[in-house]
């Protein structure tokens, strides 16, 4: 038996803007949403859940990473009861509940936590570079091992278990009886959305904000393989070097675009920023900006001289890593990614 929540809405809110009273059920959104047909009204069966409280049924429901927040939905609520965002607010949610450190939910829930998070990360980058008493090559020889070591810890301890709490709360709990033919036959589905969220393309007006993502995923996971499997900052490599400087080229370029949007709030998606969407996008516009002018200083022989700039971009990069990755925004395109792959096992299995 279903179990309601009436506090529901007054804990949805910490995540996110918007009005669930507002809400009279009028079916505008759902007539207006791409993802909506005749067996899934969407998004109102999740305004409904919402509002009533069926925490159980949002949790076993991949519903809210489906949407791509396009907006239509909430430009058109003639209550402005804002769906869209209550969609947004409910991926926030579930990224919570899928997190066993907790983390995720006291980071999205108090920019105090957020804030006080990247302060002490920052100052033990700084400790950690008086203890090498701020020797550059040392620097850069722990800041390339930091990198690997991140992902390796990040991947298994955190994420990795992340994701099979998903699975189990989506998949493996309801009930499906998928077998392993149908993982492995389903697999490219994973694979696919991971690289070109491709599904965004459904949405009317999300093509030019569809290829920025494609793009900036592109170029953050080619960033990432270069300056870590690579050894961007300190091979010799002229092709190596044009490449990273490219890559995160790119990545400042998209990043700068989102930023500018949510400055001008010029779409429905940019109206209602949380902290955590700020975090993402500025982050990862000096983690390009940052890294291009890092390797521009060596290869200018001057980064000894500004050893400044490497310490900015070494926190700037483990604050990325170990907040923002694994309890942050990132993790939606993750999450979102294994909803595309967990909804066509369960399509399959049904």
Not at 138 to 156: K, M, Q
Request: include cysteine.
């Amino acid at each position: 038996m279903a179990r309601i929540n009436p506090e529901f809405t007054d804990e949805l809110k910490k995540y996110g803007a918007f009005d669930p009273n507002a809400c009279y059920n009028c079916g505008n959104c759902t007539a207006v949403c791409t993802l909506s047909d005749e067996d899934n009204s969407f998004p109102r069966k999740m305004v409904r859940y919402s509002v009533l409280g069926l925490e159980s049924e949002i949790q076993a429901s991949l519903d809210p990473w489906l949407c791509y927040y396009c907006g239509e939905c909430s430009s058109t609520c003639p209550r402005e009861a804002n769906p869209g965002e209550l969609m947004m607010s409910l991926r926030r949610w579930l990224t919570a509940k899928y997190d066993w450190t907790g983390f995720s939910g006291l980071l999205y829930k108090s920019l105090i936590a957020s804030i006080t998070g990247f302060l002490l990360l920052a100052l033990v980058v700084i400790l950690f570079g008086f203890s090498m008493e701020f020797r550059m090559n040392d620097l850069l020889h722990y800041g390339h091992y930091f990198e690997v070591g991140a992902i390796a810890l990040v991947a298994s301890i955190i994420l990795l278990p992340n994701i099979v709490r998903m699975w189990y709360q989506t998949v493996k709990k309801p009930g499906s009886n998928a077998g392993l033919k149908t993982y492995f036959k389903c697999f490219g589905e994973l694979v696919v959305h991971m690289f070109t969220q491709k599904r965004a393309l459904g949405c009317d007006d999300n093509q030019l904000r569809w290829f920025e993502h494609l793009v900036l995923v592109l170029g953050y996971l080619s960033l990432l393989f270069t300056t870590v499997f690579l050894d961007w900052f300190s091979t010799g490599s002229d092709f190596i070097i044009f490449l990273g400087y490219f890559e995160s080229a790119l990545i400042f370029v998209v990043t700068f675009d989102f930023v500018r949007r949510r400055i001008q709030k010029d779409q429905e998606v940019s109206k209602h920023s949380h902290p955590s969407d700020w975090f993402f996008v500025i982050w990862l516009f000096f983690m390009g900006l940052f890294s291009f002018m890092v390797r521009l200083f060596i290869d200018l022989n001057i980064l000894e001289q500004n050893m400044w700039l490497y310490i900015l971009q070494l926190i700037v990069l483990v604050q990325w890593a170990l907040l923002i990755v694994p309890f942050g925004k990132w993790t939606h395109f993750l999450y979102r990614s294994f909803a595309m792959y967990f909804q066509k096992i369960k399509l399959s299995a049904s």
